[in-house]
């Protein structure tokens, strides 16, 4: 089975590329590299211990896609490319709404130019807005309080109009939690541009001297210790749900919709906490105001997940830990 991977240079598409390959698929990766080096796929390479297709283009250009479609029989795609920084997407919505939502319309045109209708994407749990009680199941409402999430909405709805539209279409909507971590070779990881957006590279980019301090958004929401709680998943346990997800496509058609996180949440505190165990090494930190638009707590049910595809994560806050601190040590200018 052949499958394109939009996105496969980055964080999360690098993760999977490799599980796809030890589990059998025929991988061709896409990527316009406006995130990703692709010294990113060189270290896949490196991992797998073979080459890798990679056709450089964007999900935007039907020239580019019908060069992929052409030279290759894909079966299904695996659809990671997008934008996904928060606060560019307040001040360029245009660019989000383009590069996301377009994107993903150009791309599932071209798959059914070439009756390929099996498409697994990259959600996000942003879609629950404020959820009203925690764990969150996939049933909760929807909303979304910026152009990045309102754009994963849109792309959600767009898929399940294109399934009403044909019901041969085959679409994960996979919705991922806080993914952290690296492989455990220490040789690909997250490698943000610029300030980091996120805890986890926040915090990892402090510890190897590239921050000086680490600023807690608030202290004052109704959690555990005061600090915002969040359900970190395993990166590698992300991409195995992609895995789990193609397998399973293959006998069904219709629209799948599946949280990916691991259940338990943990607060900003209890992160540093683990990663000064984990690393050895000490993490400043100062409490700073609450930052715009975040909420208090969100952590995942993720027993659909279970039940459906057999899948559920197997790598606890030590291990990410570990592994994001391993990636960021050896690497400590990224790729
Ligand atoms: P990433 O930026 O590392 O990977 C995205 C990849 O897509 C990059 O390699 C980038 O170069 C490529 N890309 C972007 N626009 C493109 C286009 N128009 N054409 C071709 N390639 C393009 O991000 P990631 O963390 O690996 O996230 C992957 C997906 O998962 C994204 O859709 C993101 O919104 C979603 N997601 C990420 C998180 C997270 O916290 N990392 C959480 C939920 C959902
Ligand atoms: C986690 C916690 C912060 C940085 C974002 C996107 C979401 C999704 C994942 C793609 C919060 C606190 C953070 C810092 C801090 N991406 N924090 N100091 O906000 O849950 O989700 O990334 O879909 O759409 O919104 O993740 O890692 O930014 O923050 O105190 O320097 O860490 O306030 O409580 P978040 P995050």
């Given at each position: 089975m052949k499958v394109l991977v939009t996105g496969g240079a980055g964080y999360i598409g690098s993760h999977t590329v490799v599980l796809l390959i030890e589990a059998g698929y025929d991988v061709v990766v896409f990527d316009n590299f406006c995130n990703a080096s692709i010294e990113s796929i060189r270290?896949?390479?490196?991992?797998?211990?073979?080459?890798?297709?990679?056709?450089?283009?964007?999900?935007?250009?039907?020239?580019?896609l019908h060069q992929v479609f052409n030279a290759h029989k894909i079966d299904a795609v695996i659809h990671f490319a997008g934008l996904k920084a928060v606060g560019e997407s307040v001040e360029e919505p245009l660019k989000y709404y383009d590069n996301n939502v377009n994107g993903t319309a150009v791309l599932c045109e071209v798959m059914a130019e070439y009756n390929c209708k099996s498409i697994v994407f990259s959600s996000s749990a942003t879609v629950y807005g404020d959820p009203h009680t925690t764990p969150i199941t996939e049933d909760f409402p929807l909303s979304a309080t910026n152009p990045y999430g309102r754009s994963k909405l849109f792309v959600e709805e767009i898929l399940r109009d294109v399934y009403l539209a044909n019901n041969e279409w085959k679409v994960v909507l996979l919705r991922y939690f806080n993914p952290v971590g690296a492989h455990k070779s220490g040789t690909i990881g997250e490698d943000p541009n610029g300030i980091p957006n996120n805890l986890m590279p926040f915090i990892t980019q402090t510890a190897v001297g590239k921050r000086d301090v680490l600023s807690v958004f608030g202290d004052d929401y109704d959690t555990v210790d005061g600090t915002g709680v969040r359900d970190y998943i395993h990166v590698v346990d992300l991409a195995d749900g992609h895995v789990k997800a193609l397998d399973k496509i293959k006998n069904f058609t219709k629209v799948m919709t599946i949280n990916l996180g691991t259940g338990k949440g943990y607060s900003v505190l209890e992160m540093v906490k683990a990663f000064e165990k984990a690393s050895g090494k000490k993490v400043p930190y100062q409490i700073a105001p609450r930052r715009a638009g975040d909420i208090a707590t969100c952590f995942a049910d993720p027993s659909y997940a279970k039940k459906i595809l057999d899948w559920e994560a197997t790598k606890g806050i030590d291990e990410m830990c570990e592994d994001s601190w391993k990636w960021q040590r050896r690497n400590p200018d990224g790729f």
């Open positions: 270290r896949v390479e490196k991992i797998v211990g073979e080459e890798i297709t990679v056709i450089e283009g964007d999900i935007r250009n039907r020239e580019d």
